[in-house]
């Protein structure tokens, strides 16, 4: 079974202070990761995925299958990246349309 | 492109009655899947359709969930008699092709807030 968890459900930290939000996931084959975001009262927006290796606003993620992790990083967090941020993460094989989330973290950047 | 619409964006409804939740999907967009998010909890995948096809309903309840995406107009996902504990937020996303994952991504509604009292 596939399984995504983020251990954080809130998050605060000052504007300029360096941010970390946690993923850690259970998957048995070779998933594939992603980072979505939820700004208020806004859509569920993809931010970023493992296979991209990109950064998106100058956040980035890398998977580290020893550690079965895929953690979010910022070095310093703006006001504006307060949000619900989702891990997910999708198998491998003829069902990789399916995604499974974790419960998310509500970061929020206080001035 | 106005992106996935999906009305109501909250709706009320006493324990007993049906629930009819609509999702318009992206233009050009043939692939359509529905999600649920129960409080406090992760989006949870119920439901993967294509014009006139149920392709993956492993999600879906055994009883009084159904979905439909029709040749014409928006997925339907039908919720009969519905009880408290169907109470929940379902959110509704779509992408061209059906690779989602490697080739696009999907694209998500903002949700239709479902109360059951």
């Known amino acids: 079974a596939q399984r995504v968890t983020q251990p954080e459900k809130l998050l605060s930290v000052f504007k300029g202070a360096p941010v970390e939000l946690k993923c850690n996931y259970s998957y048995s084959g070779s998933p594939e990761l992603f980072w979505y975001v939820q700004y208020s009262r806004q859509r569920l927006q993809l931010l970023l995925r493992h296979i991209s290796r990109e950064s998106i606003k100058g956040f980035t993620a890398d998977l580290n299958k020893g550690e079965t992790s895929f953690h979010l990083k910022k070095p310093f967090a703006q006001e504006e990246d307060s949000a619900m941020y989702y891990c997910a993460l999708s198998g491998s094989g003829g069902s990789n349309y399916k995604l499974t989330f974790g419960k998310g973290t509500l970061l929020t950047v206080n001035p | 492109n106005a992106g996935v619409m999906q009305n109501p964006r909250h709706l009320v409804r006493r324990r007993g009655q049906e629930a009819r939740l609509r999702c318009s999907p992206m233009?050009?967009?043939?692939?359509v899947y529905w999600y649920r998010q129960l409080p406090e909890e992760g989006l949870k995948f119920m439901v993967y359709l294509q014009k006139e096809n149920i392709i993956d309903e492993s999600g879906m309840p055994k009883e009084r969930f159904s979905a439909e995406f029709p040749k014409e107009g928006p997925s339907i996902l039908r919720i009969q008699q519905v009880v408290r504990g169907d109470s929940a937020a379902y959110f509704c996303a779509s992408s061209p092709n059906a690779r989602v994952v490697l080739n696009t991504e999907a694209f998500f509604g903002q949700g239709t807030r479902l109360t059951v009292v």
């Open positions: 233009k050009g967009h043939s692939h």
